[in-house]
Structures are given as structure tokens and as C-alpha cells.
């Protein structure tokens, strides 16, 4: 694109990324070396050597461009990077003028960021680089899904016995196409952590979006991953001024096009998989489940082909 415009006259460096762009190079580096303090660093300098040219091209382009970032292997999942570094929760522009976060990205578990109230969902590279040239993602209205959770959490039972448990729920519910939020006071019992990895599970569940409003602990975790005090004060005043900072031990009914339930300490331990997430089985009723699984009978399907 720079080189067409160069050649019509024009200036080619104002070819720029409208929205910001943040490339997470992450799921690269191959293990060729275990079993040692130093095999980390050995395996990062091994992945440097093998694709240099193409880190080079990437480090060219983070100089080249406005508006891109590029994180370079070594530094986490682009998941992990986008909660801990990346997200802003309430943006700036340069204009000074404040709007909520939101974010695209290449990949079906970018719906992670859902934990931290940032709206994000996983689109394809072609609307990704759309996006980034300023086009906008068009989309029917979604129907939206309120997911009520109170009381809490048994003492031995992990955050993955309650995302199984939720995704078995909304599997059986059917929330394709459809955004889910979390409401309730059983959500402030949640670390963000606990509901990164349930908005993480949202392709296993099918909805477009498991959504959970910020709160005082989302800027609690904000402070913890050393955001600024300036822009955690920012994101507190804009989201109390608009009525978007959620206090889910409130009360506070919002309006949804249907809603369903669970009571925390209904949740035990379970095991789930390998292959279907939704198939979760509790712990105590695994042994009946597996020698019936033993006795079922299987089919087998055969075809026929012509050419």
C-alpha cells in the first residue's frame, strides 16, 4: 500500500493502522532443550536464529508503523499479554475524548478479555486488517443472556469445576450468536482470574461473549498489573460518570432477553473431556460413568463413494 501511493505521489507514511494494533507473538517457541535452569533462554535464542529474518521484518514494522505494537516471543500467551498488559478497559483518544475499551482478535479464545469488561470476541484475519484500516464489523443485535450467580464456592472445588459447570449449563441452553453477561452477587466472589478462565470458555459454550462488567475488583486487579494511578483514576471517573462501573452485591436487576441461574454451592468437582468440554461428569459419579461408558454400544458408520 505505501509503495501504490508512492508511486501515485502521494505521501506514503501516512499509511498507518487507524485503530490500534497489537501483534502478540506467542505458541512459537519449538522445545529442543529440557531439564535445565537455562532451558528457557536456550529455546528463546534457538527460535531467534531460526526465524530471524522474519523478526526482523516484524521489529522493521513496529519502528515503521503508527499505532502497532509488537510483543515478542517469550513474553506469554497473547491471551495472558492482553489481560496483564495490553488492554486499556477505557481508552483516550487524542482528542481526550473517553470511550470503553473493545477489542478483535485472530484467535476464537480472545473472548478472555470479557473477564476484565472489555467486550472482545475473535473475528478472522481478512476483518481483523478491515478493522485496522478503519472499516467497521457489522452484525445482527445479539440477543443477550443474563447468567445470575449467588452464593458461593465449596472450599475444594477450583475454577475449573465452575466453568465446566457453566459450560454444560449454556451448552444445554444453546447461546450461539448470543452475548452472555454475569450478574449477581455470586460474581464478586470471583477473582479475575476465576472469571478470565470462564469468559476464556466461551467458544466451548458457543456465545459470542461471556461478559463481565468492571467492578472494584477489576480496577483492584488493574493496580495489581501496574497500571498507572492516572489511568486507573481516569477509568474509575469515566466508568461512574456513564454508569458502567457494576456492584454486583447491589441488587441491581438489568434487563436481559432471558435469564437463567446457579448457585455457587451447588458446583463440585468434576472431570470433563477429552475432547468435549461440555461432557463434565462429577467426581463422584465417575466410576458409575465410566463402566457405563464400558457397556455402551458404539456405531459404526460406513459410506459408499462414487467418482
Request: aromatic share 8%; proline share 5%.
Amino acid at each position: 500500500m505505501r509503495d501504490a501511493v508512492k508511486r501515485l505521489g502521494g505521501d506514503p507514511q501516512k499509511i498507518n493502522p487507524i485503530c490500534p494494533a497489537d501483534l502478540v507473538i506467542d505458541h512459537s517457541v519449538q522445545v529442543d532443550f529440557v531439564r535445565s535452569a537455562d532451558a528457557l533462554q536456550k529455546n528463546q535464542d534457538l527460535e531467534f536464529e531460526r526465524n530471524k529474518e522474519r523478526f526482523m521484518f516484524l521489529k522493521w514494522g513496529a519502528k515503521a508503523f503508527d499505532n502497532m505494537l509488537i510483543v515478542p516471543p517469550g513474553s506469554g500467551i497473547v491471551h495472558q499479554v492482553n489481560l496483564e498488559y495490553l488492554a486499556r478497559v477505557v481508552f483516550s483518544d487524542k482528542n481526550s475524548m473517553l470511550y470503553p475499551d473493545t477489542v478483535v482478535g485472530t484467535d476464537s479464545h480472545t473472548t478472555m478479555i470479557n473477564g476484565l469488561g472489555v467486550l472482545g470476541w475473535g473475528v478472522g484475519g481478512i476483518e481483523a486488517e478491515a478493522v485496522m484500516l478503519g472499516q467497521a464489523i457489522s452484525m445482527l443485535l445479539p440477543q443477550v443472556v443474563g447468567y445470575y450467580l449467588h452464593g458461593s464456592l465449596g472450599p475444594y472445588v477450583t475454577s475449573t469445576d465452575l466453568v465446566l459447570t457453566i459450560t454444560k449449563n449454556l451448552r444445554q441452553l444453546g447461546v450461539v450468536g448470543k452475548f452472555v453477561e454475569f450478574y449477581g452477587p455470586g460474581v464478586a466472589a470471583l477473582s479475575i482470574a476465576d472469571r478470565a478462565t470462564i469468559a476464556n470458555m466461551c467458544p466451548e459454550y458457543g456465545a459470542t461473549v461471556g461478559f463481565f462488567p468492571v467492578d472494584t475488583y477489576s480496577l483492584d486487579y488493574l493496580i495489581q498489573t501496574n497500571r498507572s494511578n492516572q489511568q486507573i483514576e481516569m477509568i474509575k471517573t469515566y466508568l461512574s460518570a456513564t454508569g458502567q462501573l457494576r456492584d454486583y452485591e447491589s441488587g441491581e436487576e438489568p434487563v436481559f432477553s432471558e435469564s437463567v441461574s446457579l448457585d455457587l454451592a451447588t458446583v463440585v468437582s468434576s472431570v470433563s473431556g477429552p475432547k468435549r468440554p461440555n461432557d463434565r461428569v462429577s467426581v463422584t459419579d465417575m466410576k458409575v460413568d465410566f463402566a457405563n461408558c464400558l457397556r455402551n454400544k458404539f456405531l459404526i458408520h460406513t459410506a459408499s463413494c462414487s467418482f
